[in-house]
């Protein structure tokens, strides 16, 4: 096992745990915390997979932004002096909806549908932001803006 693939599991696996552990706490204040530490798990993904600018954003926008927001308003909002605690119903149901999505994506992975992409398919080019920028600002511009009117929602 070389470096790159010891990096994966690890960056992998602490997803996994956070994303696990982020559905059975109780306190959400170490909720928001888990999900900081899966965030920024994917964004080590994403670098081991020579996507920079995608953990780059991943940190800046989703770590850095929105999960402090959610913090700063978790803190500021409650004004007593017992933590803001989440109940577990539904347990039955969610773990069947789990079981849907999991399913599915384990078909999708797995099958013709969503074709992974072949690493010599990988650009050599040092122009990616470039690319991407372009490419935001011509055919994905409605999505682009529509994701900046999320973000703009969720502040």
Known sequence: MNFANFMFYFF????AVSALLLAVVRHVFYGALLLIVCLLA?????????AEF???TQILIYAGGILV???FGIMLTTRSE????????????????AMVFFGAMT????SEILPIANPSMISTSLNHVNTIGVSLMTSYMLPFEASG???LMAL
């Open 107 to 110: 078909f999708l992975l797995t």
């Open 82 to 97: 017992k933590p803001l605690f989440v109940e577990h119903t539904n347990v039955f149901a969610g773990a069947l909806v």
């Open 42 to 50: 994917l964004a080590g993904i994403y670098v081991l997979a020579f």
């Open 149 to 151: 009117i999320l973000l």
């Open 54 to 56: 995608v953990a780059i």
């Open 12 to 15: 992998a696996s602490l997803a």
């Open 69 to 71: 927001v959610i913090i």
